[in-house]
Nanobody, 122 residues
């Protein structure tokens, strides 16, 4: 099993910055893809950004150019640096781990964190 621990959410003003972190723990050999998704009140969950083990990343259109995703493979940790925040970025941000290989080289299902709330005031 995998546990995802998210941190870094909170309140920011328009134009401000926040950094989210998510660490995966468990008997993990590697995680192919880690990422962030968000869900605003009354809306569907959407992609924010994902990053592969090789460092390649993809971003949702709404955040491209403002957010940067990075990861520390050895620590199974993913970060999301959010800049130029706008009220529309307010949402619960969920960490995701996919393509999990356990220490016994078995493959695991994707895991989701419990979410961390980001609120951007105007």
């Amino acid at each position: 099993q995998v546990q995802l621990a998210e941190s870094g959410g909170g309140l920011a003003q328009t134009g401000g910055s926040l950094r989210l972190s998510c660490s995966a723990s468990g008997s993990i050999f590697m995680i192919s893809v880690m990422g962030w998704y968000r869900q605003a009140l009354g809306k569907q969950r959407e992609l924010v950004a994902i990053i592969r083990a090789d460092g390649s990343a993809e971003y949702g259109d709404a955040v491209s150019g403002r957010f940067t995703i990075s990861r520390a493979n050895a620590q199974n940790t993913v970060y999301l640096d959010m800049r130029s925040l706008i009220p529309e970025d307010s949402a619960v941000y969920y960490c995701n781990a996919d393509g999990i290989i356990y220490s016994d080289y078995s493959e695991g299902l994707p895991y989701w964190g419990k979410g961390t709330l980001v609120t951007v005031s105007s």
